[in-house]
């Protein structure tokens, strides 16, 4: 069976051939049905209406890259903590892409693109729902890319960098490993602030912050404070795109 090891993480299951985006398709889902549980997932290796932060759209040609869509539900969650969701993802992420990458440089750019040397293997969107306690976190991975068909220069997948990914191992950590920095929100900020802190390649970089109000922001990145927030300059930063400047 594929993903098995997955598929006994996941609170259900869902795989289809192609969708437009996993994420719209998981949040519909969750609006018919309230009862979803937990860890429900939808994946796909043809999704052909992705979307990231800023409604950027994501495409990719079929087979060379996973998209999968999570929904979680975080009512134990305190709402000041709940922005730390999409950093707890990508911290998540970023341990399943590195179990598999020994010897490579990963870790996270502000707030959750996954990194290897210094390249974007993996992006995650997170987006609430009717429910104000459910979420529903996207991720597009780029598994058997080739060099050719990379959108960018910045980015990179497991067949450019000659290795082949282990999809199930790869989706089974991620829901492990994100179930536990969710469970360990309840408690507090700390846990995922630290975990996310030890994998972040943005902080200690001279960085350009390009800010929702068409400002931009450059200086030295030092810290993620308790909000999740990136500070750049002694300001704190909630919302932007990130350059590390090279």
Not at 12 to 20: E, F, I, K, L
Not at 136 to 149: E, F, R, Y
Request: glycine fraction near 10%; charge should be negative.
């Amino acid at each position: 069976m594929e993903f098995e090891r997955a598929r006994r993480i996941a609170g259900q299951w869902r795989q289809v051939d192609a969708t437009g985006s996993t994420n719209a398709d998981l949040v519909a889902a969750a609006g018919a049905d309230p009862e979803l549980p937990h860890l429900t997932v939808l994946l796909t290796r043809d999704q052909r209406a992705g979307r990231g932060r800023r409604d950027r759209v994501w495409q990719a040609p079929a087979g060379s890259s996973l998209a999968v869509s999570v929904l979680v539900r975080v009512p134990d969650v305190p709402p000041a903590a709940r922005g730390w969701i999409p950093l707890a993802a990508g911290a998540a992420m970023a341990t399943a892409v590195r179990a598999q990458l020994p010897g490579h440089d990963t870790g996270l750019k502000w707030p959750n693109d996954v990194l290897v040397d210094g390249r974007k293997i993996c992006g995650i969107l997170a987006e609430g729902t009717a429910g104000l306690e459910t979420v529903v976190i996207g991720s597009g991975i780029n598994t058997a890319m080739s060099p050719g068909d990379l959108p960018v220069p910045t980015a990179t997948s497991f067949a450019a960098l000659g290795a082949t990914c282990d999809e199930d191992a790869l989706i089974a950590t991620y829901l492990t490993e994100l179930d536990r920095l969710l469970a360990s929100l309840r408690e507090g900020r700390e846990a995922v602030r630290d975990a996310v802190t030890a994998l972040c390649l943005t902080l200690g970089r001279e960085v350009t912050v390009s800010l929702p109000d068409g400002s931009a922001l450059r200086g030295a990145a030092t810290d993620i404070d308790l909000d999740g927030r990136l500070v750049v300059a002694g300001t704190a930063v909630s919302a932007g795109d990130v350059v590390h400047v090279r």
